[in-house]
C-alpha cells in the first residue's frame, strides 16, 4: 500500500491556467507538506500543515494556496499558472512533533509540473 | 540566517568508502536528518542524529558534532546503486527542518 501518493505523477500545462495537484497519506500522521524541487534539485518547503496550524514559507506567493479537505489530504492549488512554477512538486507527511525523532517525513513520488 | 552547506557533487569508485560532509548554522538544533534521493523520485529518509558521536546502520554511518556544526554521511563498500543525492537536513528551535541543496554522488565501477 503506497503511503504518501500524489496525482497526477505529470501535468503540462500553459500559462495564466489554474491548477490543482492532490496528495493522501494513509499513515495517519498529523502533519502534510508541500515542497517544491526546482532543476537545481534544492528542495523548498511551501507549507506546512497540521489540524491546528498553516505554516507559509513566506517566500511563496499567493497564487499557491493548500486545502485540506480533511486530515490525510493535502492539496494544492496554483492560480495562474507562470513559467517559473515548472519544477517537480513534493507532498509529505509526519508526525506531530513528541520529539524531533517525529519529523521524519515520507514523501510522496513528486509531480512533475511544466508550464508551457 | 540559516544555512546549510554541503558539497554540490561528489564521485567515487563502487566498493569504496565515501563520507559527504555536512556543515549548519541554525537558530537552535533539535536532530539532524540525513535523506537518499535517487533521480526522479522521492527522498527517503536514512538516519537522525541530536546526539554527537557517530550512529551506524550497515554500510551506511551519520556523524554529528554539535560543537562544530558538523556532520558526514560515510558510506561503505559502494554499490552502484548508491549513486544518488545526498540531502542534509537540520530541525532548528522552531522545529522547522531546514534543508540543504543536496550531494550528488556519482559511484564510477
Known amino acids: 500500500d503506497t503511503a504518501v501518493s500524489q496525482t497526477p505523477k505529470y501535468l503540462v500545462t500553459q500559462m495564466g491556467n489554474d491548477k490543482s495537484i492532490k496528495c493522501e497519506q494513509n499513515l495517519g500522521h498529523d502533519t502534510m507538506y508541500w515542497y517544491k524541487q526546482d532543476s537545481k534539485k534544492f528542495l523548498k518547503i511551501m507549507f506546512s500543515?497540521?489540524?491546528?496550524?498553516?505554516?507559509i514559507n513566506e517566500t511563496v506567493p499567493n497564487r499557491f494556496s493548500p486545502k485540506s479537505p480533511d486530515k490525510a489530504h493535502l492539496n494544492l492549488h496554483i492560480n495562474s499558472l507562470e513559467l517559473g512554477d515548472s519544477a517537480v512538486y513534493f507532498c509529505a507527511s509526519s508526525r506531530s512533533p513528541d520529539s524531533a525523532l517525529l519529523y521524519e517525513q515520507y514523501f510522496g513520488p513528486g509531480t512533475r509540473l511544466t508550464v508551457t | 540566517g540559516q544555512n546549510i552547506d554541503q558539497p554540490t557533487e561528489m564521485t567515487a569508485t563502487e566498493g569504496a568508502i565515501v563520507q559527504i560532509n555536512c556543515t549548519y548554522q541554525?537558530?537552535?538544533?533539535?536532530?539532524l536528518f540525513w535523506y537518499q534521493q535517487h533521480a526522479g523520485e522521492a527522498p527517503t529518509f536514512l538516519s537522525y542524529n541530536v546526539l554527537d558521536g557517530l550512529e551506524e546502520k550497515g554500510r551506511f554511518s551519520s556523524f554529528l558534532s554539535r560543537s562544530k556544526g558538523y556532520s558526514y554521511l560515510l558510506l561503505k563498500e559502494l554499490q552502484m546503486k548508491d549513486s544518488a543525492s545526498y540531502l542534509c537536513a537540520v530541525i532548528d528551535s522552531n522545529y522547522q527542518l531546514i534543508w540543504g541543496a543536496g550531494t550528488k554522488l556519482i559511484i564510477k565501477p
Open positions: 500543515y497540521n489540524n491546528k496550524e498553516l505554516i
Open positions: 541554525t537558530s537552535g538544533f533539535n536532530g
